[in-house]
Each structure stands twice: as C-alpha cells, then as structure tokens.
C-alpha cells in the first residue's frame, strides 16, 4: 500500500473511531441516566463529555498504543479533532452576545494578563528551585500559562528547544488537563459556583483549549444548566489570543542570550502565532448580536447549536484518544512536581479573582 493511501485510510479509520466513540458516550449517556437514581452519580455518569474521554483513553491505552504501527496508521483521522475543536469554537459564537464577548472579555482579559504573568514567574521560580533545565521551565510556564500543549509546541521552535523536552512539559500538562476535567466541577459544586463564574474559573485555570471547553461543558450537564460553557470558551479565548506575544517574548528572550536565532519580522511573527480560529469566534458573536442567526429560538441557530454540539462530542473523543499513560509514567519526578505547584497555585489565585469579581461576570446566555 502506498503512502498515500495508506494516509488516506488512516484518515478514514482515524475520522471513524472519533465517530464512533461519539455516538456510544452518548448511548450510554443516556443508559446512565435511565438506570442510575442517585442524582450526583447520574449527573457525572450521564456526561456524555466524561463517557467520551474515558472511552478513548481506554481504547489507546488498552488496544492502539499495543498494536505496533496502528498509532502512526490512524493519526491522520484522530488529529482531525483539533479541527473539530476549532469549528466547534466558532459555532458557539452564534451563541455569543457582541455585548457579552466585550464585557467579560475585558474583564476577563485583565484577569489573563495577571494569570500569565503569575505563571510565567511562579513556574520560572520553582524550575529554577528544583534546577529544572532552563528550557524545560519556560515550556512548562507558557503551558501552564497560555494554551497547554499548542503554546509547548509555539514555542519549542522559538526558544530552540529540545523535542524530549517538549514531550516531557507536554507530558505533565496532559496530566493536570485529565484531573482538572474531574477536579473543577467538584470544587464547583461545592462552592455553589454559577455558571458564568466556574466557567471564568475554568477558562482562566485550565491548560489545554478542549479540555477547558470540557470543563466548562461538564459543569453545564452536572448542574443541568447553561452559561459555564461560553464563559470558559471567551475567556480561555482571551488567554489564546495572547499567546502570540508570550512567545514572541520568550523568544527575544533567548536570541539575547545567544540560545535561538533572532525574530527580524516580528509582526509577522505575531501573525503566525495567532490562534486564526479565534477570530472565526468573534465573526460569529457579531453576526449573532446583528441578528444574522436570527432570535434565541429560531430554527438557524438551533442548527449551528447541534453542529457545535457534535463537533464537541466528537474532539473530547480526541482529547481521550490522544492521552497516554506511558507519557506520563516518563515525566519523573521533578517536573511533576513543579507542575503541582504551579497547576495548584494558579488554581488558587485565579479563583480568589474570580470569586473576588464575581458580582461582574453575569451572561445572557
């Protein structure tokens, strides 16, 4: 078989099983729903996000990563989840008032600025505490900071990184992504949280853009209502949108060191950085606050919402299917203790924000 179409059926199969995985988490969210009758049980079990994360972890880990070359055959079709995630993205936009996009998107950016900076000099401080290689700390400070792994692999090229070295910072976001999924709802809950604060909280405190979108999405179907889904999605936009100049900063950082090349166009550098989809995001928030979609109710945007909807199920089929245990048995103990440390501290502090502004965070949605 060629190249070629042997990428073209990975494409297939990889695409497939991203479906599939779908269609069972929500056959069996419903199954929960019907036979369980505790209501906390019912409402985590029924999550079709959390069915559809354990599915693909267990498929990869059970069966993909022990079947020599099946991994590499079916990547194709199982990266095509960061589109979907993408697309998702910029459906819920219709969902979007212009209005809400700017009120707690400037709210929320302030906060992002404080949650970045306090990121990049906790991390730094604690790598250097645990003489943590230099390039290691600043991968695992813009993870923890921006955007998880898309920020890891931005700026492994720019400070010249080595590719262990991002594949270990990956290594322990992943770990804190899969327990914040779990963990932040709890907390949530128990804090008796709404949903346009959690999903402030979620937007600011978790790594990975899908699993914060998860997150936020899990807390609406465990408390049966709406709101933490958009709040996480403008505000880890907001973090996403500024990813561009971390990087671009780390990277001047290290050329005046003599340890990466030089960035002589740096517009253009900014440009390339920059998360595209999130202005797909903002198009769609305006067209929607212009009437575009049409009312709250009409058929157009009921549509848009199902599209969005799917989209969704399907990239947490990804987000599962992309987790490997054997990655996270190889992080040592060293990172994965500075990843506590950070991941907990800035839990912490952008908590205390969010529940110190929380009177300002109400949406329409």
């Known amino acids: 078989m060629g190249e070629k179409k042997k990428s073209v059926w990975g494409f297939i199969s990889g695409l497939l099983l991203l479906i599939v995985i779908g269609l069972v988490s929500l056959y069996l969210s419903e199954l929960f729903k019907k036979v369980v009758h505790v209501e906390w049980i019912k409402a985590i079990l029924g999550a079709n996000v959390i069915i559809a994360i354990v599915i693909g ?12 070359g099946l991994a590499d055959f079916l990547a194709p079709g199982l990266e095509a989840y960061e589109f979907l995630l993408k697309l998702g993205i910029v459906f819920l936009g219709a969902r979007i008032l212009i209005s809400d996009l700017l009120k707690l998107g400037g709210l929320g950016l302030g906060m992002v600025v404080v949650e970045i900076l306090f990121s990049i000099f906790f991390v730094t401080l604690i790598a250097r505490l645990f003489k943590l290689d ?3 700390g600043s991968l695992l400070s813009v993870g923890v900071g921006i955007c998880g792994v898309s920020a890891i692999i ?8 080595k590719r262990e070295e991002a594949n270990y910072a990956i290594a322990v976001i992943l770990i804190f992504g899969a327990a914040a999924m779990i963990v932040y ?40 209502a709406s709101g933490a889904l958009e709040a996480a999605t403008i505000t880890k936009m907001c973090r996403n949108a500024l990813m561009g100049f971390v990087i671009l900063g780390f990277a001047i950082y290290y ?9 002589d166009h740096k517009g253009k550098f900014l440009w390339q950085k920059f998360p595209k989809f999130v202005l797909g995001f903002v198009l769609f928030a305006v067209l929607a606050s212009v009437g575009v ?12 919402k199902s599209l969005e909807g799917w989209a969704f199920l399907f990239t947490f089929a990804g987000v599962g299917l992309r987790t490997r245990f054997s990655d996270m ?16 501290s800035v839990a912490l502090v952008t908590l205390v924000m969010v529940l110190l502004l929380g009177g300002l965070l109400a949406l329409k949605t």
Do not use: C
Request: glycine share 12%; hydrophobic share 50%; no cysteine.
């Open 57 to 68: 972890m267990l498929i990869n880990n059970l069966l993909i990563e022990r079947i020599k």
């Open 134 to 136: 230099e390039r290691i």
């Open 154 to 161: 931005g700026t492994t090229g720019a400070i010249n990184a």
């Open 185 to 224: 709802p709890l907390i949530g809950a128990l804090l008796h949280m709404n949903q346009s604060l959690f999903g402030v909280w979620a937007g600011l405190a978790v790594d990975n853009t899908a699993e914060a979108i998860a997150t936020g999405q899990l807390y609406d179907q465990v408390k049966s």
């Open 255 to 263: 050329a005046s060191k003599g340890m990466a090349k030089q960035i």
């Open 293 to 304: 979609f049409g009312g709250q109710k009409s058929a157009m945007l009921a549509s848009i």
């Open 329 to 344: 048995a190889k992080t040592g103990w060293k990172p994965f203790v500075v990843g506590i440390a950070a991941e907990t």
